[in-house]
């Protein structure tokens, strides 16, 4: 059944809302609204090939049970997107209430702009939990999607990343938001649009066109993934995404906005910590080592080596900003080489998801290791979880 042709903006049912909360509070339900509505369509799609919601809504790796997914489903079949920005309810004259008061209304929450392998969106809260109240500067020299940085939204912080692109993007995002959202509003979702971007050379393009290409890219290739061959060049295939969200103006302004003030680097997670000091936060999320005995040296995430001396220069590092007075937080790999390397500091094992498992079962089940260190808590006086 296809959703009522619908304008929530217009609708005169919910012009009072838009009184009530603003032009800001207004557009992030309403974004919030269309964030449900991809979803609906991304489920719809795979429910027309055959399978049950309940296994589409598995293969999808969302968070949000079947009995609510069913509950936009009707909503967004009676109303559109209007019905996605209402709940049942009474006002206390006894009128149809279209939405919650703003001061019970749930905030969306922080996100990254880019989907990125290794992302600790499922895992966030046992990573914020370990970290000080209080804190100097914060670090993450290996920032990836930066979605500890965008969950804590520090007042300073120093972001790295040896991927030039990546973090060209968070440049152009950081300082010029507004022409990098014309651009992606402009961006169709086809095979032929995406195979033309994605053979486009980096380097001859303008920082902002070069941002818009590799975001393009993020969103409309197969899983998200980031992978470059011998030459360097991104070769991940068309993902045919029919509703991929390639603007989401909410969480492109939301995380410039973030990074206002951000120090941005490209290069050495080394040479990104240089200056940290006393009191600063720093927090590694270094490529991993695979936990099979059988392969150790093997890479999940990145095309650079990061190997058996790697991951022991990591660790060196790691006990030096301990040394100088820094609280330091790590992840890795639930694997005997990382538990030898920070022998001594506290190790919490996590249960982790990966949505970029192109197997959707292979996206649950996971262990990795969080290891904290600070002179408030001396290596050798550390307990350690295993």
Same mark, same amino acid.
């Given at each position: 059944?296809?959703?009522?042709?619908?304008?929530?903006?217009? !609708?005169?049912?919910?012009?009072?809302?838009?009184?009530?909360?603003?032009?800001?509070?207004?557009?992030?339900?309403?974004?919030?609204?269309?964030?449900?509505?991809?979803?609906?369509?991304? *489920?719809?799609?795979?429910?027309?090939?055959?399978?049950?919601?309940?296994?589409?809504?598995?293969?999808?790796?969302?968070?949000?049970?079947?009995?609510?997914?069913?509950?936009?489903?009707?909503?967004?079949?009676?109303?559109? *997107?209007?019905?996605?920005?209402?709940?049942?309810? $009474?006002?206390?004259?006894?009128?149809?209430?279209?939405? /919650?008061?703003?001061?019970? @209304?749930?905030?969306?929450?922080?996100?990254?702009? %880019?989907?990125?392998?290794?992302?600790?969106?499922?895992? =966030?809260?046992?990573?914020?939990?370990?970290?000080?109240?209080?804190?100097? #500067?914060?670090?993450?020299?290996?920032?990836?999607?930066?979605?500890?940085?965008?969950?804590?939204?520090?007042?300073?912080?120093? =972001?790295?990343?040896?991927?030039?692109?990546?973090?060209?993007? &968070?440049?152009?995002?950081?300082?010029?938001?507004?022409?990098?959202?014309?651009?992606?509003?402009?961006?169709?979702?086809?095979?032929?649009? &995406?195979?033309?971007?994605?053979?486009?050379?980096?380097?001859?393009?303008?920082?902002?066109?070069?941002?818009?290409?590799? %975001?393009?890219?993020?969103?409309?290739?197969?899983?998200?993934?980031? @992978?470059?061959?011998?030459?360097?060049?991104?070769?991940? /295939?068309?993902?045919? %995404?029919?509703?991929?969200?390639?603007?989401?103006? +909410?969480?492109?302004?939301?995380?410039?906005?973030? *990074?206002?003030?951000? $120090? *941005?680097?490209?290069? !050495?997670?080394?040479?990104?910590?240089? !200056?940290?000091?006393?009191?600063?936060?720093? +927090?590694?999320?270094?490529?991993?080592?695979?936990?099979?005995?059988?392969?150790?040296?093997?890479?999940?995430?990145?095309?650079?080596? &990061?190997?058996?001396?790697?991951?022991?220069?990591?660790?060196?590092?790691?006990?030096?900003?301990?040394?100088?007075? #820094?609280?330091?937080?790590?992840?890795?790999?639930?694997?005997?080489?990382?538990?030898?390397?920070?022998?001594?500091?506290? %190790?919490?094992?996590? !249960?982790?998801?990966?949505?970029?498992?192109?197997?959707?079962?292979?996206?649950?089940?996971?262990?990795?290791?969080?290891?904290?260190?600070?002179?408030?808590?001396?290596?050798?006086?550390?307990?350690?979880?295993?």
């Amino acid at each position: 059944m296809a959703a009522p042709v619908f304008d929530p903006i217009s !609708d005169q049912r919910l012009s009072d809302l838009r009184k009530r909360l603003g032009d800001t509070g207004w557009m992030e339900l309403l974004e919030k609204a269309r964030e449900q509505e991809s979803i609906i369509l991304a *489920l719809r799609t795979k429910t027309e090939a055959g399978s049950s919601l309940t296994r589409a809504v598995s293969e999808e790796g969302l968070d949000v049970s079947v009995p609510t997914i069913r509950r936009w489903i009707k909503r967004y079949e009676e109303k559109g *997107l209007a019905g996605l920005m209402t709940r049942p309810g $009474r006002t206390p004259e006894g009128h149809p209430d279209p939405i /919650p008061s703003p001061s019970k @209304r749930r905030t969306r929450k922080p996100r990254s702009f %880019i989907k990125w392998a290794g992302s600790k969106a499922s895992v =966030l809260d046992e990573i914020l939990a370990g970290f000080p109240r209080k804190f100097g #500067c914060y670090y993450e020299p290996m920032a990836g999607s930066a979605t500890v940085f965008f969950a804590l939204k520090p007042k300073r912080a120093v =972001l790295c990343d040896s991927n030039e692109e990546l973090m060209n993007s &968070f440049r152009v995002l950081r300082d010029h938001p507004e022409p990098l959202i014309a651009l992606l509003e402009e961006q169709p979702n086809t095979s032929r649009h &995406f195979y033309e971007t994605r053979a486009l050379e980096p380097s001859t393009l303008s920082p902002l066109r070069r941002a818009v290409r590799f %975001i393009y890219l993020n969103k409309t290739c197969f899983n998200g993934m980031y @992978r470059v061959n011998s030459k360097g060049r991104f070769n991940v /295939p068309y993902g045919r %995404i029919a509703h991929a969200r390639i603007c989401d103006e +909410y969480t492109l302004r939301w995380t410039s906005e973030a *990074l206002r003030g951000t $120090r *941005l680097h490209t290069g !050495d997670y080394r040479d990104a910590v240089a !200056d940290a000091g006393p009191g600063d936060l720093v +927090y590694f999320d270094p490529p991993y080592l695979r936990p099979e005995a059988s392969n150790p040296g093997s890479r999940l995430y990145q095309p650079d080596e &990061f190997d058996h001396g790697a991951q022991g220069e990591l660790a060196r590092i790691f006990r030096e900003l301990v040394e100088r007075g #820094c609280h330091v937080t790590a992840s890795n790999s639930d694997h005997p080489l990382v538990r030898e390397l920070y022998d001594g500091f506290e %190790i919490k094992v996590l !249960d982790v998801r990966r949505p970029i498992n192109r197997n959707a079962k292979g996206r649950a089940g996971h262990k990795e290791v969080l290891i904290m260190g600070s002179r408030e808590r001396p290596a050798e006086r550390q307990l350690r979880l295993l």
